[in-house]
């Protein structure tokens, strides 16, 4: 079956102070994982995209990794305005018209940064 | 560009009765979407329209219908409610095996 697991579910930090969330998935042929910020009450806003082992992508304080088992957000010196849930998701199999993009979701890391 | 709208932002409703979620998108994207976000249980897929004219059935589809209206316009539909099914529902939009843009959400309690 598979699976995506997120930890940890929540993780708490003093601004300044860096550190990793991690998502592990057993997806039978991955063809993209995704990183999303969700803040309470909000819809996900779209971070990141990772299509193949070794990939990175970096975005202010926010650095994605991709290997072929997990993936990890790096957080470098967070601020307060950094507190959020983040999401990833993999995209595992097409729809029956091979034209969809079905995602399952990880449970999501609560992050709170304290200043 | 307004992105991903969705109507509305609330909603109470007693068990068995029916509503609709609205959902627009102005990106002109090919593919919607419905999910379902509980605690503890994540975002779940309900069900999406890969282009116009298409729907199709996602991980938890059961008690809802969806109608692809046009390119832009997908909603979601609950004949008769029911407590279970007391959710935040986000829509989304993207091109095909791509990204998905998200909605603001509507909250949904079911009495």
């Known amino acids: 079956e598979d699976q995506v697991t997120q930890s940890p579910e929540a993780l708490r930090l003093q601004e300044g102070e860096s550190s990793s969330l991690n998502c592990s998935y057993t997806v039978s042929g991955l063809r993209g994982l995704f990183w999303y910020r969700q803040d309470p009450g909000k819809g996900p806003e779209f971070l990141f995209t990772?299509?193949?082992a070794g990939e990175e992508k970096e975005k202010e304080r926010l650095k994605a990794t991709l290997t072929k088992k997990e993936s990890f957000l790096h957080i470098t010196a967070p601020k307060p305005e950094d507190s959020a849930t983040y999401l990833c998701?993999?995209?595992?199999?097409?729809?029956?018209?091979?034209?969809?993009?079905?995602?399952?979701f990880g449970g999501g890391t609560r992050l709170m940064v304290k200043p | 560009n307004a992105g991903v709208t969705q109507t509305p932002k609330f909603q109470v409703l007693k068990t068995g009765q029916s509503m609709t979620l609205q959902c627009a998108q102005d990106m002109n994207h090919n593919s919607m979407y419905w999910y379902r976000q509980d605690p503890g249980m994540g975002l779940r897929l309900i069900y999406y329209s890969a282009s116009e004219g298409t729907t199709d059935k996602g991980e938890v589809p059961n008690g809802y219908n969806v109608s692809r209206l046009n390119k832009r316009e997908f909603s979601l539909r609950l004949e008769s409610a029911a407590p279970s099914q007391t959710s935040v529902y986000f829509c989304?939009?993207?091109?095909?095996?791509?990204?998905?843009?998200f909605g603001p959400g509507t909250r949904l309690t079911v009495l």
């Open positions: 989304a939009s993207g091109p095909p095996r791509n990204t998905q843009y």
């Open positions: 990772l299509y193949s």
């Open positions: 998701a993999v995209h595992i199999r097409e729809g029956s018209n091979n034209a969809g993009n079905m995602l399952t």
